[in-house]
T-cell receptor, first 116, second 110 residues
Framework: GAVVSQHPSWVICKSGTSVKIECRSL??????MFWYRQFPKQSLMLMAT?????????EQGVEKDKFLINHASLTLSTLTVTSAHPEDSSFYIC????????????FGDGTRLSIL | DAKTTQPTSMDCAEGRAANLPCNHS???????VYWYRQIHSQGPQYIIH???NNETNEMASLIITEDRKSSTLILPHATLRDTAVYYC???????????FGTGTSLTVIP
C-alpha cells in the first residue's frame, strides 16, 4: 500500500518551455502533497506544501510564479515549471500524506528534468 | 532547516547489523522521528517512525533514547541492497513538513 506515482520519470526540453510533472497517490487519498528538488550529491530540499483545494505554501526562496502547483483532487498534484532554463535542471520529487498528522510521507520515484 | 545530525558515511559488513545513529536534541514533545532511505536516482523509501517507544517492523528497528534527543536505526542483517543514503527526519506537527539533513551514506561491504 501507499504507492505514489510520478510522471514523467525523465524529461528533456528546450529552454523557455514549460514542463508539467504529475504526482498521483494510487491507493490512498492524499490530503497533503509536498514537492522537493534535489541537486546531484545533495539532499532533498522542500519547495512547497500543497493541500487539496487550497493554494500551495512555498518555502522561502522558491519562486511561486515559476513553480506552479495545483492540487485539485485528493489523488493528484501537479508541478509546472514555467519558462524553464538550464538552472532549473534538477531531480524533482513529490510525496503524499493522508490527513493524519503523524503518518509518514510516501514518495514518488522522482522526475529528472534536463533543460537544454 | 533540518533538526537532525547524522554521520556522513558508514560501512557495514554484509550479514552484520548496521546501526545508524541520529541526533535530534531540539525535538519537541509531539514530534516523531522518521527514517527513510534513498537509493541512487530513486525517491526516498519509508522505513520506520516512532515517538518515544522503540519500534520494529519487517525492515528495521528504531531505538529512541529516553530523553528523545537521539535515536538509532538498526538493520539486523545488512545486505548489499541496503547500500543507500539513510535520512533521519523529525516531524509530525501540523503541516508535517520534512526538512532533510545530509543523511548517512551506508555502504554494505561483501
Amino acid at each position: 500500500g501507499a504507492v505514489v506515482s510520478q510522471h514523467p520519470s525523465w524529461v528533456i526540453c528546450k529552454s523557455g518551455t514549460s514542463v508539467k510533472i504529475e504526482c498521483r497517490s494510487l491507493d490512498f487519498q492524499a490530503t497533503t502533497m509536498f514537492w522537493y528538488r534535489q541537486f546531484p550529491k545533495q539532499s532533498l530540499m522542500l519547495m512547497a506544501t500543497s493541500n487539496e483545494g487550497s493554494k500551495a505554501t512555498y518555502e522561502q526562496g522558491v519562486e511561486k510564479d515559476k513553480f506552479l502547483i495545483n492540487h485539485a483532487s485528493l489523488t493528484l498534484s501537479t508541478l509546472t515549471v514555467t519558462s524553464a532554463h538550464p538552472e532549473d535542471s534538477s531531480f524533482y520529487i513529490c510525496s503524499a500524506q493522508t490527513g493524519v498528522w503523524n503518518q509518514p510521507q510516501h514518495f514518488g520515484d522522482g522526475t529528472r528534468l534536463s533543460i537544454l | 532547516d533540518a533538526k537532525t545530525t547524522q554521520p556522513t558515511s558508514m560501512d557495514c559488513a554484509e550479514g552484520r547489523a548496521a546501526n545508524l545513529p541520529c541526533n535530534h536534541s531540539t525535538i519537541s514533545g509531539n514530534e516523531y522521528v522518521y527514517w527513510y532511505r534513498q537509493i541512487h536516482s530513486q525517491g526516498p523509501q519509508y522505513i520506520i517512525h516512532g515517538l518515544k517507544n522503540n519500534e520494529t517492523n519487517e525492515m528495521a528497528s528504531l531505538i529512541i533514547t529516553e530523553d528523545r534527543k537521539s535515536s538509532t536505526l538498526i538493520l539486523p542483517h545488512a545486505t548489499l541492497r541496503d547500500t543507500a543514503v539513510y535520512y533521519c527526519i523529525v516531524g509530525g506537527l501540523t503541516g508535517n513538513q520534512f526538512y532533510f539533513g545530509t543523511g548517512t551514506s551506508l555502504t554494505v561491504i561483501p
